[in-house]
């Protein structure tokens, strides 16, 4: 079974930039996550998807970032534009169920100039 | 405050020696899960459980519900166990899930 995949692994822009980033998790996982990661800090929450409904963007910055999850399998996380405070690494990850398993991806690590 | 808190928050040790990792949680779960992420790399789930104990080659992960505590054990430790140990908790209301800051573990040959 295929784990959960991000591209791009890394991407290093400008600031102003814009950026996007694609997951595609694990085949039957309806709970998607995305989250993102700072150095030496645990993962912060941005949304969470059930099938193709976003049900917990509380934490996701509306002015620069969003997301959609077309169809319930794929989903896109976008910024624009990018900010140096933006640097950090962007992890997907999907489960069954909210409360099944969780099962990440290797993370998409950005860095803006 | 956080709804986890772990410790310690860094552990050196050497190879062959049993380390504990804790996690404490403060809401009502569902679940709790332990996760695994070596340096530069992915998060692997090594536990999720909800009840009493799990054990997978050389790492147990115990919890207790009554004290909102639980505990990941690694026996006989090895150079390549050196990462981060992340404690997370899903909770049982308002579908949220809660992450510790890790535990950043060291085995020294």
């Known amino acids: 079974e295929a784990g959960v995949v991000q591209s791009p692994r890394y991407k290093i822009i400008e600031k102003k930039q814009p950026v996007a980033f694609w997951c595609n998790p694990i085949s039957g996982h309806n709970t998607l996550y995305w989250y993102l990661q700072n150095l030496g800090q645990g993962p912060e929450l941005l949304i969470r998807?059930?099938?193709?409904?976003?049900?917990?963007d509380s934490q996701l910055p509306k002015d620069r970032f969003s997301a959609e999850r077309l169809k319930g399998v794929d989903s896109t996380l976008k910024i624009q534009p990018a900010e140096l405070g933006d640097s950090a690494v962007y992890l997907c990850?999907?489960?069954?169920?909210?409360?099944?398993?969780?099962?990440f991806g290797e993370g998409s690590r950005l860095t803006v100039l | 405050k956080n709804e986890v808190e772990q410790s310690p928050q860094n552990l050196t040790a050497q190879e062959g020696e049993f380390i504990t990792i804790n996690c404490s949680y403060s809401?009502?779960?569902?679940?709790l899960h332990w996760l695994q992420q070596h340096p530069g790399g992915g998060i692997v789930s090594l536990f999720m459980?909800?009840?009493g104990k799990k054990k997978h080659g050389r790492l147990i992960a115990t919890i207790n519900i009554q004290e909102k505590h639980s505990s990941l054990h690694i026996t006989a430790s090895h150079p390549r166990d050196s990462a981060v140990y992340i404690c997370a908790v899903s909770s049982n209301t308002g579908n949220q899930f809660y992450f510790g800051t890790g535990t950043s573990l060291t085995v020294i040959p």
């Open positions: 990850a999907s489960s069954r169920s909210f409360t099944g398993e969780l099962f």
């Open positions: 998807y059930e099938n193709e409904e976003a049900v917990d």
């Open positions: 459980l909800s009840s």
């Open positions: 809401v009502g779960i569902s679940a």
